[in-house]
T-cell receptor, first 109, second 113 residues
Framework: GQSLEQPSEVTAVEGAIVQINCTYQTSGFYGLSWYQQHDGGAPTFLSYNALDGLEETGRFSSFLSRSDSYGYLLLQELQMKDSASYFCAGPSGNTPLVFGKGTRLSVIA | DVKVTQSSRYLVKRTGEKVFLECVQDMDHENMFWYRQDPGLGLRLIYFSYDVKMKEKGDIPEGYSVSREKKERFSLILESASTNQTSMYLC????????????FGPGTRLTVT
């Protein structure tokens, strides 16, 4: 089957760096996507990795190792507004994304 | 900007009522999806559609049906609402050639009493 595992909660200090890990069990994922969802809001797309390595978008970076079925989202210079839930998701062609259950990030002062 | 809209942000219905949740996207996307989101359970796929008049069951289709008569509109129907269908319902769309990025609507928080 297809499943993605990520920690349920992470807490980090404002200004620090936090890494949210995602491991997956599947065959056929074409990489990994990441989504952010603030309380009461809709998930919004952050980034994706089609190939192994690091992709950087401003303060956010995402990493993928397909051989290890592992990826992570790295958030730098944390701000209070980064408090949200973060979901990893596995795309496999023209089929629906499979989402992890989400990691709730709390940024504290 | 891609826009996905849902007919209601909040909805309260009684047990046994037939409920329609409407979703419209304005970017000519082929694929559309309905999820429900509950605390601790993440996003669970109810139904999806690859094109007009096409529909596929997701992981939790029981108690739901869908309709896609036009490309831009995907409706979720609760035939006879039950209290265990109280949830946040999220619609999403994406183009056929972009497997990574889905665009979500704002969600409908449905309460069944």
């Amino acid at each position: 089957g297809q499943s993605l595992e990520q920690p349920s909660e992470v807490t980090a200090v404002e200004g620090a760096i936090v890494q949210i890990n995602c491991t997956y069990q599947t065959s056929g994922f074409y990489g990994l996507s990441w989504y952010q969802q603030h309380d009461g809001g809709a998930p919004t797309f952050l980034s994706y990795n089609a190939l192994d390595g690091l992709e950087e978008t401003g303060r956010f970076s995402s990493f993928l190792s397909r051989s290890d079925s592992y990826g992570y989202l790295l958030l730098q210079e944390l701000q209070m507004k980064d408090s949200a839930s973060y979901f990893c998701a596995g795309p496999s062609g023209n089929t629906p994304l499979v989402f992890g259950k989400g990691t709730r990030l709390s940024v504290i002062a | 900007d891609v826009k996905v809209t849902q007919s209601s942000r909040y909805l309260v219905k009684r047990t046994g009522e037939k409920v329609f949740l409407e979703c419209v996207q304005d970017m000519d996307h082929e694929n559309m999806f309905w999820y429900r989101q509950d605390p601790g359970l993440g996003l669970r796929l109810i139904y999806f559609s690859y094109d007009v008049k096409m529909k596929e069951k997701g992981d939790i289709p029981e108690g739901y049906s869908v309709s896609r008569e036009k490309k831009e509109r995907f409706s979720l129907i609760l035939e006879s609402a039950s209290t265990n269908q109280t949830s946040m319902y999220l619609c999403a769309s994406r183009p056929r050639d972009s497997p990574y990025e889905q665009y979500f609507g704002p969600g409908t928080r449905l309460t069944v009493t």
